[in-house]
Nanobody
Framework: QVQLVESGGGLVQAGGSLRLSCAAS????????MGWFRQYPGKERLFVAA???????IYADSVKGRFTISKDNAKNTVYLQMDSLKPEDTAVYYC?????????????????WGQGTQVTVSS
């Protein structure tokens, strides 16, 4: 069973930066899409960014130009570099993966999820 473990969340002031990491274990293949969602209290999880095995990326409009997703296939790890953070970026961030990047958009949801990490941006 694939396990996804996030790290790197925390408290930062507006305008600051954080880098989230998500390490996958329990699988021997690497041709998956990985990405990030975020969830506000009482709301559904919203897509943030995703990356294919070959490195193609997609972003939510709200984070374009501020967040950068990247990955290290050898380490089965995906990263989310978050710059110019705003208070409205405060949320629990979840790592996810699936066989195709199409599972990340259009209201669809990936199959495998991490436990989430809190990001808090103070004004």
């Amino acid at each position: 069973q694939v396990q996804l473990v996030e790290s790197g969340g925390g408290l930062v002031q507006a305008g600051g930066s954080l880098r989230l990491s998500c390490a996958a274990s329990g699988r021997t293949y690497s041709n998956v899409a990985m990405g990030w969602f975020r969830q506000y209290p009482g709301k559904e999880r919203l897509f943030v960014a995703a990356i294919t095995w070959s490195g193609s990326t997609i972003y939510a409009d709200s984070v374009k130009g501020r967040f950068t997703i990247s990955k290290d296939n050898a380490k089965n790890t995906v990263y989310l570099q978050m710059d110019s953070l705003k208070p409205e970026d405060t949320a629990v961030y979840y790592c996810a993966e699936d066989s195709t990047i199409t599972k990340f958009v259009g209201g669809r949801k990936p199959s495998n999820w991490g436990q989430g990490t809190q990001v808090t941006v103070s004004s």
